[in-house]
Every structure is written in C-alpha cells, then in structure tokens.
C-alpha cells in the first residue's frame, strides 16, 4: 500500500498517545525470561520486534524464524546459547542474512557457546546448541553494534563465573548499554563499568513489576513536524521525563531548530521558537536512530550540516545513509522506503514543506509504529491510499 500524505494549514495541534519503547520491552523480555519469579511487563510494545521476540520466547520449536527483527535475532542468539541440552535454527528475512553477526557469534564462542553458521560465514541463520557457559573475561569490538554487548550482557549473570566483558575501540550507541545497565539493576542485578570494562557477576534475576515507558525515537518524527510547521501545539503523552533512552537528547537536539518542549503534568508539549539556520555539527554516535527524522529536517531548513557518528547506518535495515540522500534527490517524486520503518515516517512530514509526499510500502511501519498513519490523521494530515 501506498499513501499520498498532505496537510492543508500547515498548523499543527494535536495529542498523541506514543507508542511503548521496544527497546526496553525487548530487554524486559529477555530478563523475564530468565527469572524464577515471573513478573509481569505492563505496556509492552506492540512493534513486530516485539512481537517476534515474544513468540520465539514462547514458542517450543528448535527453529526460530524472526522474520526483519534484527534485535530480536541478537538477543536471542545468546538467550538460545545457555538452553542446555536444547538445539536451534536461528534465522531470518533475506535482510537479516546480510546483517553482520560475527563480532556476537566469535564472543558468545570464546564464552563456550556451541553457535556455528549454517549458510555463509558471519552471517545467519545460526545453528545453535544450548550448554552451560562458565564465562570469565571475554573483548569484543564496540564500533559495530551496542546491541551485541548488551545481548551478552542480559544473559551474563546466568555464567557460571559471569562475565567481564573488555569493548575494544570506540563504543557505539553508548546510550542503549547503559540503558540495559540500569535495567539489570532495577532487577537485582550489580554490575560495574570503569573504563572500557564491565563486570557482571553471577546474580540472580529479582522480578517485580514494570510498566514500559513512551519511546524517544517514536518521539522524533513529531519533533521534525513541530520544526518543518508553520505553527505547533502538540503533545505527546507516555515519555518520561527522566528517561533511561538516549534519545531523550531529541529535547536539546531540536532546540537548535526552534522546537520549545517542556513537560507539563508528565505531558511534553512542542511549540515552535525561533532558531537561526547557521551551518551545525551533529554528533548521533549515541542516537543514531534520530539520523533519519533529523536529516529530513535540515534538508526541508536548508540548513548545511554535518554528521558524526554514524558509522554503523549502514548495518540497520538498510543502508540508511544511502537510502535517505538517493530519496531526498529525489524528493518531488514517490518515497522508497527499503523495508525501513524510520524512512517512511520521517519522509512523510516533509509534505508541510513539499505540499505532497508519496510514501511507498507503508505498512513497513509496524516495526516500531503501529498507529503512526493514525496519529498523523489525528494531527490534520490528510492521507489518501493508492493503488501500488
């Protein structure tokens, strides 16, 4: 399906109910799991990684397809390594056989994981075999993907001697292990980061109820509306204010780009203020999900800009950096999405600067956003379906 997205007034007011982080519910699943005493997860997301994730977790099969979920795949490759006496076939779509997993498999193997591939090498599906890992001191890279370090991380306090866990080179993504971190505390679990080691000993999992929070980088795509508006009152309600997601720096990010937002009542209101479009330096090597909505922005500002940190795009649904400048070449004509959620929904406010933006494949959404075309309608967007 196929949408064509415009906004008559250009004047945005609106109350929107956000979606639940998926990130949190992902890790909340995996500690779930591993706790003798079950709890219960209020709010989880309802975004296909979700999903996924929960299936694969209760489902009593050894082959476990998770279709796009790229989190879900590396979560559970190390959840899957300590099933003792277990075996399983981990794959996925065609993308996620092109999404490097070597730096995970090489770690979890010189923990003692019995993990070797089935196709090409560093690459799923995985052939997996559940056993005891005793743990002890492991590297590994930390310029690929934090979603490896904390994969490990959610399933060390299970290793016999737990783990202490040395990240070579710079650390991507810095934001999401600290992130899980705080997560593991919440649930009983002490671990301590000096330098570029973290140590977990062997813990036991403490369950207790917990409601997931609104999710930041769902956030984002209505910070750009705020910005590319002619005028704005829009609030979002379920973030919290002092959030453990890293994309909670959207706050100072887009008050560079005359976003004013401020909680009132545990609500966060945007309204507009005025920015001036000088040449600006960004830095998204602990948000790099912001990318997308955040270049839209400054392409529809005219603003000159450059980028840091987001060496790692290229590994994420697609190309990231490729996908947006061939689009934003050819921004007068239909968008390609490449089976990326955050492409769709950060090319579709672009219309309260282009008038009209065609946006293909729209259901790609569902990864992270299930209502986003709903809520758009809510804020006065007028979207008309298409035949593909």
């Known amino acids: 399906m196929n949408y064509k997205i415009s906004h008559v007034s250009k004047i945005v007011t609106c109350k929107i109910n956000l979606p639940a982080s998926k990130s949190i519910s992902n890790r909340l699943l995996i500690i779930q799991a591993l706790c003798n005493n079950k709890f219960t997860i209020n709010n989880l997301s309802d975004s296909d990684d979700t999903i996924a994730l929960k299936k694969a977790l209760l489902k009593d099969n050894n082959e476990i397809n998770v279709g ?4 879900t795949f590396r979560f559970l490759a190390s959840f899957l390594a300590i099933q003792r006496g277990k075996e399983f076939i981990l794959t996925g779509t065609k993308r996620i056989k092109e999404r490097p997993i ?38 590994i890279d930390g310029t ?39 997560l593991l505390k919440e649930f009983g679990i002490k ?27 769902a ?27 890293g994309d909670i720096l959207l706050i100072q990010i887009f008050k560079r780009l005359g976003v004013k937002s401020i909680f009132i009542d545990g609500e966060l209101h945007l309204t507009k ?21 955040l270049a839209c922005t400054l392409h529809a500002k005219k603003i000159k800009v450059k980028f840091t ?35 769709a929904m950060s090319f579709a406010p672009l219309c309260l600067i282009h008038d009209r933006i065609t946006i293909n494949n729209v259901e790609v959404v569902s990864k992270s956003y299930k209502n986003f075309w709903n809520d758009l309608s809510k804020a006065g967007f007028i979207i008309d379906p298409l035949s593909d």
């Open 102 to 139: 070597k730096n995970l498999v090489s770690t979890l193997q010189s923990l003692g994981a019995k993990i070797c591939y089935l196709e090409k090498e560093g690459f799923a599906p995985l052939k997996i075999k559940g056993t005891e890992i005793i743990g002890g001191e492991v590297e």
């Open 219 to 245: 956030a984002s795509f209505w910070f750009e509306i705020a910005a590319l508006s002619k005028k704005c009152n829009i609030c979002l309600v379920g973030l919290y204010e002092k959030s453990i997601q």
């Open 309 to 343: 940190g987001t060496d790692t795009l290229k590994y994420k649904e697609t190309d990231r950096i490729y996908a947006l400048k061939k689009e934003l070449d050819n921004i007068s004509t239909s968008i390609n999405t490449y089976r990326d959620h955050r492409m």
């Open 144 to 182: 690929i993907s934090s979603q490896f370090i904390t994969s490990i991380l959610l399933v060390a306090p299970i290793f016999k001697k737990g783990i202490k866990l040395k990240i070579k080179g710079n650390l991507v993504s810095k934001s999401y292990v600290k992130m899980t971190l705080n």
């Open 68 to 71: 796009a979920a790229g989190t």
């Open 273 to 293: 203020i005025y920015s001036n479009n000088e040449e600006k330096i960004f830095d998204l090597a602990e948000t790099p999900d912001l990318y997308q909505p």
């Open 191 to 217: 671990s301590i980061w000096k330098d570029n080691i973290i140590e977990v000993k062997p813990q036991k999992y403490i369950g207790k109820t917990k409601t997931v929070e609104a999710d930041w980088s």
